[in-house]
């Protein structure tokens, strides 16, 4: 298959581990992946906040781009994020058309129909829950809002996990209990932000793992910087990055203040 790669810009700019182990784990995979240069913000952190107007030039840059995948040029569009997929999937089209692009909303919901979380790509798509990883370190999971609620990703990112090899998977307390980032929301409204951190901290080191993943390195900041104040020794690491691990090209744990270098 033919892959176009969607970074998001919260990788583009701060983890950029997170695509680059979507390229080499799909290339591993026999797929080829190619990466549409012109993208940029897909709209959710306008469309959340309430700016829609302002959203439609960057949702057209977004469609534009990835107009391609419509058209039959590509097979799908991947995306390290069930935040950014869940924007693309439901947001994207009521941006266009509450502005009267009528047309490019329709490229939107064509786009939108191939556009997958990585899980999604995987398991539905590609088919395949054993990716020949390696990584033999105790893991949790916390499933993203997003993931979870808009796009239903269910157990797949757990049956990836669960096919690794030396992988421990052990169960997180509460684990659809949502983190408190929520992009602006954690800036508007820090005092509650920071009490659902602390629960969901709390659960995490109760699971005695050294690694947390998720889908969404949004959360996995939020969450690692709770879990690098206290001393905690958890590391966040996406589930791209668990999941291109191999005996060959081991992926190590690093400290969170590492992993955006």
Known sequence: MRIALAAT????????????????????????????AAQACCGQMHVNTGYLA????????????????????????????????GSIRHQQKMVLE????GAEARTATAVSERTYELSEL???????????????HRVTYHPTCHSLRMLGVGDKPER?????????LVPLEQAEGC????????????????AMLD?????????GAEVLTAGDWSCLMHIG??????????????LAEILVSTREAPVVPADRQEVAR
């Open 9 to 36: 810009c919260i990788a583009d700019a701060m983890f950029p581990q997170a695509p680059k182990a979507v390229v080499t784990l799909l290339e591993r995979l026999g797929h080829e992946v190619v990466f549409p």
């Open 54 to 85: 302002d959203a439609v030039p960057v949702v057209r840059n977004h469609v534009r781009t990835f107009a391609p995948v419509a058209d039959g040029e590509w097979d799908a569009v991947v995306v390290p994020s069930g935040s950014c997929t």
């Open 98 to 101: 509450r502005a009267g692009l």
């Open 122 to 136: 995987l398991v539905d798509v590609l088919g395949v829950t054993d990716v020949g990883a390696w990584f033999p």
């Open 160 to 168: 990836l996990l669960r096919a690794v090899e030396g992988l421990e």
């Open 179 to 194: 983190c408190g980032f929520g992009g602006t929301f954690s800036l508007k409204n820090a005092d509650t932000s920071a």
């Open 199 to 207: 629960d969901k901290v709390a659960n995490v080191v109760g699971t």
């Open 225 to 238: 910087g709770g879990l690098s104040r206290g001393g905690t020794g958890v590391r966040p690491m996406h």
